[in-house]
């Protein structure tokens, strides 16, 4: 099993992404693409409308293939 070491600055951020899911309106999706996270929210009609681009945040929305994507790595977390 391979071994990844978070810094307390990574671990802040995943901490913050949590938070965020907790209270996230199920009215919002986020969408991966061309590089920018997109917030989007259903129209009149249903269609999902853009209503934001974030940037700055690295994001892939594809799907990884087996050797692309370790999914059984051993997290070591910063001691707090």
């Given at each position: 099993?391979?071994?990844v070491?978070?810094?307390?600055?990574?671990?802040r951020?995943?901490?913050?992404?949590?938070?965020?899911?907790?209270?996230?309106?199920?009215?919002?999706?986020?969408?991966s693409h061309?590089?920018?996270?997109?917030?989007?929210k259903a129209?009149?009609?249903?269609?999902?409308?853009?209503?934001?681009?974030i940037e700055?945040?690295?994001n892939?929305g594809?799907d990884?293939g087996?050797?692309e994507?370790?999914?059984h790595?051993?997290?070591?977390?910063?001691?707090?």
């Amino acid at each position: 099993m391979s071994i990844v070491t978070l810094t307390t600055e990574e671990a802040r951020a995943i901490n913050s992404l949590i938070r965020l899911a907790k209270k996230w309106p199920e009215s919002l999706r986020l969408f991966s693409h061309a590089g920018a996270l997109i917030v989007t929210k259903a129209n009149r009609h249903g269609v999902q409308a853009t209503v934001s681009y974030i940037e700055g945040i690295p994001n892939d929305g594809g799907d990884p293939g087996d050797d692309e994507l370790d999914q059984h790595a051993g997290i070591e977390w910063p001691q707090t």
